[in-house]
């Protein structure tokens, strides 16, 4: 079965990335806001984190809010390539600049480099 992408419903967050199997699945959640939003991109990377480790890669990218900078940092900690979107090419440099302060970026691209970057962090490691 071909990976495939989808949007979570209103008020509901794909908060939980989990194997199954040889399959990874995102899960629906009600559970709690957390950094005033539902789905949350910490609460997401860290999900992404326990159940891929360093098979995963994550880019950050524009938005107003700092959500998704605290669990992109700790993917870089553990040592997951993780990319944010650079300041001149984000409408609004919010997360990925959040990101960068923290130090959570292993890279700092413009968004048409970001999509190549991650099939390159791919393909090295499968």
């Known amino acids: 079965m071909p990976p495939s992408k989808r949007r979570a419903p209103a008020r509901r967050g794909a908060e939980q990335l989990a194997r199954v199997g040889a399959r990874s699945v995102c899960r629906l959640s009600q559970a709690e806001q957390v950094n005033r939003h539902r789905p949350s ?4 990377f860290r999900s992404v984190a326990k159940a891929a480790g360093i ?5 950050l990218l524009t938005c107003m809010c700092a959500d ?24 609004v440099w919010g997360m990925p600049g959040e990101a960068v302060k923290r130090g959570g970026a292993s890279e700092v691209l413009p968004l048409r480099k970001i999509a190549q970057a991650l099939l390159r962090g791919a393909k090295a490691q499968g």
């Open 55 to 59: 098979n995963a890669a994550a880019a």
């Open 41 to 44: 991109l910490d609460v997401l």
């Open 68 to 91: 998704g900078a605290a669990g992109l940092l700790e993917l870089r900690e553990i040592g997951v390539h993780t990319i944010a979107q650079d300041e001149a090419t984000s409408i």
